[in-house]
Structures are given as C-alpha cells and as structure tokens.
C-alpha cells in the first residue's frame, strides 16, 4: 500500500507539473495594439473600432496605443522589439511595410524578418481631387489640361515619400503629364492649401475629403482604386476613365513580432476575419471611407511582396531618393 500511495503521490505530482506547463488559452490578459501614428486619424479609428469588438470577444481589453514619429518607424519600432507572445501587435498602414524599407534605409529593423503578417483589417482607396479653380471636372479633361500646361498643376501630399506622393508620381508616369509635387509636414496643412488653392490637386483617402467634396470646396475627379465608392457613388475610377489598372489603394494591416507562435496567429486571424465581416462593424468601416477585408496571413504576405515590387519600380523611375 506504502508503495501504491507514493506512486499515487508521484502521478499527481507529475499531473500539476504538466498542467503548470500548459499556457493558458490565448489571450489570458490584456492586448495592447500599438499605432504608430497620432489619434484622431484612420490609422487611428480603425483599430480602436476593431479592438473595442475583439474586446468583447476575447474578455479581455484590447489597448490602442499610439507610438507617432519618424514616419511611423518609431512605433514600428516598438513591435519589432516586442515579446513574440500575441500580446502586443502593431496596426501597420500600407507605406510602413511596402515603401518605407526603401526610403529609410538605416531602419532599425527589418520589415520582412522582424514582423509576422496576421491580416489587412481594411483597405482604403483614394481619390484625386482638385480645386474648384482648376479647368477640369473629368479625368480626361484633368489629363488634357496638364498635357497642355506642362508643370503648371501642383499636387500635394503629407510628406515625401508618401502614399499621395507616390500616387502623383505614379499618375505622371502612366498618363504621360508633369505635374509637381509640393510635399507638405502632415496631412492636415497639406489639404488647408488645397482647400485654399494654393496646390491644384491631391490623392486623399475618402473620409478626408468626402466632406469638401460635398461642399463644393473640392471637385472629385476620380477614385484611384479598383472600384467606385460608395460616399461618392458618380465618380467613375481612374482605371474606368482611361488607365486601366491604375490603383493605389492604402491598407492597413496588423502584425506580431517575429517569432509569435502559429497557433496564436490562427487564433487572432479568426477572430479579425470575423469581426471584420459583422455588418455593424462593416457599416462603421464604410462611414470612414474603408473597405473591410480580414484576408490570410499567407495572402497578407503576398500583398507585401507585390506592392513592394510595385512602388520599388516607382520610386526608382521617380527617382525619389532615401532619406537620412
């Protein structure tokens, strides 16, 4: 019986000892996303309205915490260096994956080995307008315009190397027209000048401009994504307008440490993929001018990889060069 009961002993030992082991299921405590760019912007918003419902889906708080500066690198930064747990991840906005690697490279980090593609929460197309004052109201007449007034339309951007930069510089190249980009410390002086007819024209996402547009303030020439937006329903996209193709698209994706397990990623995939797909959720997203999507990991990936080979080649015949 002596032996019986300390091998008894012995198996509940090694039981405790095995359950001690055991991670608790994901997540088991709070979640903290950082954003590396200011509050108040869609970069911004989208993630708080995603982690407000992942919240309630997992028990447990999803925190926002916004990281700005550097064109976004301090914040990627700081999800680089994170533990690869699933605990803290990173909203990363298009350019910050695709485009920044290129113009900033002394980066302390390496996008492609340091970061674990989880899933594009939604995409953002954008939408060339102009200023009332410019002779233009369709894309063929904008296009006709500046190939009859070489270098005469400016166009801005928050800053160089952007994504309304490269979309200008994009434009150019593919309708065959100068126009000038006049690079701008943000957005928000970027579109003042607009508004006051200081630049002609801009790529801007729909939720920074719709308003404008409304009012008169603004004429949207065309959306430059793959399909036309429901805030402004008339506008035709610049691929049905003449350049079949042309799309620049903003996303904005979450990621995790390198490292981060798999069936961790799986698990944060599923429930982003839902919460994406709920039609409250899908409402909000419309009313910020985005596009819900929750893709995979493997597909996410895949997008990285094109739209780095993408604005690689235009930052190369734009001859934009790195900065320090």
Avoid at 45 to 69: D, F, H, M, T, Y
Avoid at 175 to 181: E, K, L, P, R
Wanted: glycine letters at 8%; a positive charge.
């Amino acid at each position: 019986m002596k032996i019986l009961h300390a091998l008894a002993a012995i198996g509940l030992l090694f039981t405790c000892a095995v359950s001690a082991q055991q991670p608790a299921p994901y997540p088991s405590k709070p979640v903290k996303i950082i954003v590396p760019y200011p509050a108040g912007g869609v970069a911004d918003l989208l993630p708080r309205v995603v982690g407000e419902r992942l919240s309630q889906a997992w028990k447990q708080p999803v925190v926002i915490e916004n990281k700005p500066g550097a064109s976004g690198n301090i914040g990627m930064e700081a999800g680089a260096r994170a533990e690869p747990d699933g605990y803290t991840l990173t909203l990363a906005p298009t350019g910050n994956l695709t485009v920044n690697p290129m113009l900033f490279p002394n980066l302390p980090f390496n996008t492609r080995k340091d970061f674990t593609p989880i899933s594009v929460l939604a995409a953002s197309p954008n939408v060339l307008v102009v200023h009332p004052s410019v002779p233009a109201k369709t894309f063929k007449e904008l296009v006709d315009y500046a190939k009859a007034n070489p270098g005469k339309l400016n166009y801005a951007s928050p800053g160089e190397g952007s994504g309304a930069h490269l979309a200008g510089e994009l434009l150019n190249i593919e309708a065959g027209i100068q126009t000038v980009h006049i690079p701008y410390k943000g957005l928000a002086p970027a579109v003042n000048d607009l508004l006051g007819g200081n630049v002609q024209m801009m790529f801007a996402g729909v939720s920074t401009i719709v308003q404008h547009v409304n009012a008169g303030k603004l004429v949207a020439i065309a959306i430059a994504g793959p399909v036309r937006l429901k805030p402004l329903p008339d506008i035709p996209t610049i691929a049905q307008s003449g350049i079949p193709g042309f799309d620049v698209t903003s996303w904005y994706g979450l990621i995790a440490p390198a490292g981060t397990p798999g069936d961790v990623i799986a698990t944060i995939h599923r429930d982003v993929a839902k919460t994406v797909s709920d039609p409250a959720i899908v409402e909000k997203m419309v009313e910020l001018g985005l596009i819900p999507l929750g893709n995979r990991p493997q597909d996410f990936a895949r997008m990285i990889e094109n739209e780095t080979a993408k604005w690689t080649a235009i930052i190369k015949k734009a001859n934009i060069k790195p900065q320090s």
